[in-house]
């Protein structure tokens, strides 16, 4: 069974510029989560998604977005970036039902933003 | 919203001694809690995790407690071993219908001296 997958692996832009960021969730999963993993902060949880729908979102400002497909792909979108953006993106996907709950990582994007 | 502290940022231990991570939360409706284990270069992933009808959980050399009244869990490794050395993640969230946001600790970092 293939696990979650992201790409692209790496990313370089720079400030001001939008980066758009991909996550295949393991086949079967309906749930994907954003992370953002900076140096030194941990998990900072940023998107749920799940059925296609915004479940919840965590505190970032709205230049952060995403969306879900109806294969339950989703990409993240973060707009007008900034130096401090510069971090690993995680992906996770869960099959979004209760007594499941485990959250299965995807590799990354690293992203930096020069 | 859920805030979750964790303690200590970098723990050595001796290889065969055990190691013990603690982690407050701070939202008593939070009723899930699973640690994560990353190591270097590598995607997290789930290692243990307790439900809050639990006060103990274990799984061969590792075991997690749950203090509700406190508000706090704890991750404890007996007879570590150099492959336990990695940053380890504790998370809270509150379960419903389904997975909800994960709030992660800050992380610790173990590093076992052989």
């Known amino acids: 069974e293939a696990g979650v997958t992201q790409s692209p692996t790496h990313l370089i832009k720079t400030r001001g510029q939008q980066a758009t960021l991909r996550c295949s969730p393991i086949?079967?999963?309906?749930?994907v989560y954003w992370y953002q993993q900076a140096l030194g902060l941990g998990l900072q949880f940023l998107l749920w998604?799940?059925?296609?729908?915004?479940?919840n979102r965590g505190n970032f400002p709205p230049r952060f977005s995403g969306r879900q497909f109806p294969n339950y792909s989703s990409e993240l979108n973060v707009n007008a970036l900034e130096l401090e953006d510069s971090a690993l993106y995680l992906c996770?996907?869960?099959?979004?039902?209760?007594?499941?709950?485990?959250?299965?990582f995807g590799p990354g994007t690293r992203l930096t933003v020069t | 919203g859920e805030n979750v502290e964790q303690h200590p940022s970098t723990l050595s231990v001796q290889e065969g001694d055990s190691a013990v991570i603690k982690c407050t939360y701070s939202?008593?409706?939070?009723?899930?809690f699973p640690w994560y284990k990353q190591e270097l270069g590598k995607r997290p992933q789930l290692i243990i995790d307790?439900?809050?009808?639990?006060g103990e959980k274990k799984d061969q050399r590792i075991a997690v407690t749950l203090n509700k009244t406190a508000k706090h869990f704890s991750l404890h490794i007996t007879e570590t071993q150099p492959e336990d050395s990695a940053v380890y993640f504790c998370?809270?969230?509150?379960?419903?219908?389904?997975?909800?946001?994960?709030?992660f600790g800050t992380g610790t970092r173990l590093t076992i001296i052989p």
């Open positions: 996770a996907s869960s099959t979004g039902t209760s007594g499941s709950n485990e959250q299965y």
């Open positions: 086949s079967g999963h309906t749930s």
């Open positions: 998604y799940d059925e296609g729908e915004e479940r």
């Open positions: 939202d008593s409706a939070s009723n899930y």
């Open positions: 307790i439900r809050s009808n639990v």
């Open positions: 998370a809270a969230s509150i379960i419903h219908f389904g997975n909800e946001k994960l709030t």
